[in-house]
């Protein structure tokens, strides 16, 4: 059974940084493509950065810059590191992977970002 596990999330404050991380296990490979997705009370849920391949990278036109989203492939770990954090960056984020198996999700963390 495929695990998807986040950690890293908290509170912050604006300008600071947070590093999330998604630790998969399970039947997970051949991963086709990981991103990080994220929801904020009353809002829809959004694609903040996606990685296809190794290096095919797409950010929100609103994070472009301060986010970077990266993966080790042998620990099967996604990484999202959040820089200059905006009180408009708090949200409950979720990590994605699309497998040949199906398409999984993590459980959410979430990141406050408060003065």
């Known amino acids: 059974q495929v695990q998807l596990v986040e950690s890293g999330g908290g509170s912050v404050q604006p300008g600071g940084s947070l590093r999330l991380s998604c630790a998969a296990s399970?039947?997970?490979?051949?991963?086709?493509?990981v991103a990080w997705y994220r929801q904020a009370p009353g809002r829809e849920r959004e694609m903040v950065a996606g990685?296809?391949?190794?290096?095919?990278?797409k950010y929100l036109d609103s994070v472009k810059g301060r986010f970077t989203i990266s993966r080790d492939i042998a620990r099967n770990t996604l990484y999202l590191q959040m820089n200059s954090l905006k009180a408009e960056d708090t949200a409950v984020y979720y990590c994605?992977?699309?497998?040949?198996?199906?398409?999984?999700w993590g459980q959410g963390t979430q990141v406050t970002v408060s003065s």
């Open positions: 399970g039947r997970i490979l051949p991963i086709n493509a």
């Open positions: 990685l296809a391949g190794t290096s095919t990278t």
């Open positions: 994605n992977m699309k497998t040949s198996w199906g398409d999984y």
